[in-house]
């Protein structure tokens, strides 16, 4: 028999890291509400045939959200055998709302007081067996932080599978409700029968969107349930769903005053404490630009720098030693050039930037797990809101600065359609850890001496968000405001190194997975291409302008003649394998630059960096923004927005660039000299001093903001009292 | 009062929260009910973050208008 246990609760509850504690996974876990936006799945450790589904978080069956569908459609209609319920005991009352929700859906419910550990601390004493008689399910203390109860929490879900014992819900609305959905399950129940017709009467009393679609009623039917539902809300002067909520939530304050005893709260805790400095009006974006500014520093200008030299080591080592292997075991030359140039050199060329974006991906996993990433929302919606967005969607673009498809996924938070396609949309813009190899190399071969090139990028993605946000707002597609913004704040908390160690493995090992597969078979396709004609014949260095690379290129490279890059077939090529990775772009470009010369000026190759930057982003994304779209129509739309605007912009670059720098040396021809590239490191793309004058400058752009609005606020009260 | 007006620190019985639409919807699910307690944390600009059922939610201006204490 096989067994499906599901993993439901509030968000930020902890369910994740339970997850990995019975299955031994090592899934993502965060300190923010919405971490987990997609269902997983594992085996659970120790008995046969049970799977455990991890669930986004709910604090509702009635989903706000497009993750909290996800969660809800799960337990809806694909019926787990049953439910672990994964309760914050720091905060009962709350989430004992969703358990008297999912009490009713006729599956077992087994309830896990999780965060013991915590609850403890603070004297807060809860009575678990009382709360299990009232809740009329067993409940089960647990810390999955520290894996104590999970044993038996597992055996009681297994056994409440097994024998299949429902909980009969224990709460009771007032009279004159439940008299109305009576009212309603009668009329349903002439329908059709449903062994759940008391919740479904409950949520048609609730007008519910989906279980309205789901069943279908007869119009006559459904007008005499409107009219029960109507008298309802005319004598409590408030709506269907409310009504609910308000006496659910009564019910729930009976239960925790039966079986919880608090302590006086004593002041402000230390995470208010540290809310009033890091969320205060004049600090808050300060002290966010300074994080920034330490995460960037410490791990490309600093740290990351001094790992790059052992990277090169290593990769030429591993060079040499291949190519006095293969020369000792006989291979032929065009093997050895595959092996050593082809696919060792141009891999090489991109490892060189593996441990600075590791450090950046652990510096980043800091800021989930502490709990700033709520806040970060928080104080970013004030500036978001002035063009468009939500402070939500601030969310996936930071993500997105180490890659676009976990931000891309996490745009799933963002309550407004429109809003949450514009952010899919405009997350790509935000410079990902796989485009920096690119603005690396064309930095170290043609701004050598240039600091502001690469801060630039990601002053240009940003912009590129924002006046988008403000001139598509405008559009029919997207016009309308953001949602007001509600989220949870979670305590703060030390971040786990676990977590933090999954994290970076997990990119790691993504990566590596990366060059292995697609890069790998990438460089060789490109090698291939690079070497043989059309009628495979072996080309070898002199002949390339033959092969079936140089066709290619040849035949595409019109279109980009009007950005500056379309005379060499080269750059063509390498605009296009971009999509495959953004990494191919500097593995086509350093192994068609070590055969021929590849022109560029300054100006064009600013041109081709904004061209890459802002176009349609590598397949994997084009996938994830396909994915959560739900439709080729609006992926499309997105993907041709992106490339349009690159286009546009790469266009003026080259056009307005070649006209005002025309005849100084930015307009002076230069061929890249590949051989130099392994010394091209991200430090060149974000030096420090460079980043430190940059957020400086923000900075001040931030504060005279703020005072502005401090001055036209009070003279507007003058006028006012005026 | 709205809850924007509300001086930090003191518990406030709500009210009523004004509008019938989904947001009102989330926000009670949230314990943002009729007769229940909520106490300001901080406040900027009219955004304000507030202790409700115990656990520290964030609203905006527009939102916390609506809610009467």
Redesign the interface.
Known sequence: MNIKIALAGNPNSGKTTMFNELTGSSQHVGNWPGVTVEKKEGNLKGYKGVTVVDLPGI??L?P?TLEEVVARDFLLKEQPDAIINIIDA?????NL?LTTQLAELNIPVVAALNMMDIVEKTGIKINTEKLSKLLNCSVVETSAVKGTGLKELVSKAVEAAKTNVKNVPTLEFSKYVSDAITGIENIYNSYEYSPNSRWIAAKLFEKDKLVMENIKLPEDLKSAIMEIVEEAENKYDD?S??II??QR??YIEKIVKDTVVKQKRSGLSS??KI??VV???LL?LPIFFAVMWLIYYVSISTIGDMTIGYVETIVGFIQVGVENLLTSAGASFWAIDLAVNGIIGSIGAIFTFVPQLMILFFFLSLLEDSGYM??VA?IM??IF?KFGLSGKSFIPMLIGTGCSIPGIMASRTVENEKDRRMTIMLTPFVPCGAKLPVFAMFIALMFPNDAWVGPSMYLIGISAVIISGIVLKKTKLFAGDP?????????YKMPRMKGVAIHMWEKAKSFVIKAGTVIFLSCTVLWVLQNFSATFEYLGAERVDESMLASIGGAIRWIFVPLGFGDSWAASVASITGLIAKEVVVATFASVGSVIPIEFTQVTAFAFMVFTLLAAPCFAAIGAIRNEMGNWKWTLIAIGYQTGLAYVLSFLVNTVGSFIFRGTSATERKILDISIMEEAAEGAVVNGDIVLIIFAAILFVAIGFMIY?KFSLSVKKAEAKA | MPLTMAKAGEDLLIKKILGRDETKNFLETLGFVIGGIVTVVSENNGNVIVMVKNSRVAIDKSMANRIMV
């Open positions: 604090y509702s009635s706000y720091s905060n009962i009352e709350r709302y709506d769903e409310s909520t308000n939530y009564e995470s208010d809310d009033s969320t205060n009006k808050a709520a806040r928080f919606d004030r809101r949602a007001p913004f509600i989220m949870e704040l979670p305590n609005n």
